[in-house]
C-alpha cells in the first residue's frame, strides 16, 4: 500500500505564485507516474500535470506554460510549481501514485482570489 502526503496548498492573490509538494511511502516500488488532478466546486476533477519515472511529463492545456511539475526519485516526492495564478485554478488538487492501481493523497486547496 502506499501513502501519500499532500501539502503547500493556501490563498494567493491572482498572478501570484505557489509550490506544491507530495510524499510517497510504504510500497513504493513500481510507481510508473506520479501527479496532480484538480476538482473545482460543480466541476469533474481534471488531470493536471503527471511526470514518469524518466522524467517526461504532461500538462493540461489550462496550465501549460504556468505550471512546472518536478520529482525527486530519492525521495519519492513530486512537486507542482505553479505561477501565474489564476482565479480558475482555484480548486483542491490531488496528488496520486499509479502502480497497478492509483494511490491518492487528501487533497489540499489551493484559493486564487483577490
Known amino acids: 500500500q502506499v501513502q501519500v502526503v499532500e501539502s503547500g496548498g493556501g490563498l494567493v492573490q491572482p498572478g501570484g505564485s505557489l509550490r506544491l509538494s507530495c510524499a510517497a511511502s510504504?510500497?513504493?516500488?513500481?510507481?510508473?507516474?506520479m501527479g496532480w488532478y484538480r476538482q473545482a466546486p460543480g466541476k469533474e476533477r481534471e488531470l493536471v500535470a503527471l511526470?514518469?519515472?524518466?522524467?517526461?511529463?504532461s500538462y493540461a492545456d489550462s496550465v501549460k506554460g504556468r505550471f512546472t511539475i518536478s520529482r525527486d526519485n530519492g525521495k519519492n516526492t513530486v512537486y507542482l510549481q505553479m505561477n501565474s495564478l489564476k482565479p480558475e485554478d482555484t480548486a483542491v488538487y490531488y496528488c496520486?501514485?499509479?502502480?497497478?492501481?492509483?494511490?491518492w493523497g487528501q487533497g489540499t486547496q489551493v484559493t486564487v482570489s483577490s
Open positions: 511526470i514518469t519515472t524518466t522524467g517526461s511529463t
Open positions: 510504504g510500497s513504493i516500488f513500481g510507481i510508473v507516474t
Open positions: 496520486y501514485v499509479a502502480k497497478v492501481t492509483f494511490s
